[in-house]
């Protein structure tokens, strides 16, 4: 039988993301999110391509990327209750770590592989904050889709993308347990 970490299976089972509206300060300093940074960067990655980066955005740049969201967002025709939630995402936040996919050319690893392997970070950076007992969140949200927002706000390559913004802080409420899904639903064996 194989070794077995009965707390990492206990908190892998009982996880639970704390809604980024919910959380508030204090939020970790940069020695208590480099391990979380450091957890992150251990996801498997095809090759050793480390096609992902991280952006760490505080206060005043989150404040100063909300007024942006506002601005893009009229210009783009976004819907008013969309802009105002996104306006929130960022101006209520303490701290975010931007998860950014940064493809790398490769012959043996696709794109989309790639692409997969930021997912996977912004998962292991939302596991490590909570398992270091910080309330995390991992959101989106159309400001993170658009092309000209991300390069223009966040400095990304034409190339790269926002895979999550992992929200970090302390939480004030604990969220109620919500409905998992149902495996018997989900889960196909194939015996031959």
Known sequence: MPEKNDAALAFLLTRRSRPAKTLTTPVPDRAALSPILTAGARTPDHGKLEPWRFIVLEKAALARLANCVTTCGEKLGVDP??????????ADADLVVTVVA?????????????LYSAGAVCLSVLNAALAAGWGA??????????????????????????????????????????????????????TS
């Not at 209750?81 to 960022?90: P, V």
């Open 81 to 90: 209750d969309k802009i105002e939630k996104s306006y929130r995402q960022f």
């Open 102 to 114: 940064s493809p790398v050319a490769s012959d043996k690893v696709p794109a989309i592989e790639q």
């Open 137 to 190: 969140n991992w959101l989106s949200g159309w400001p993170s889709h658009d092309a000209g927002f991300v390069r223009e706000e966040l400095g990304l390559a034409g190339h790269e993308t926002v895979a999550g913004f992992i929200h970090i802080g302390t939480e004030r409420v604990v969220p109620p347990e919500r409905p998992r899904p149902d495996l018997d639903t989900k889960v196909e064996w194939v």
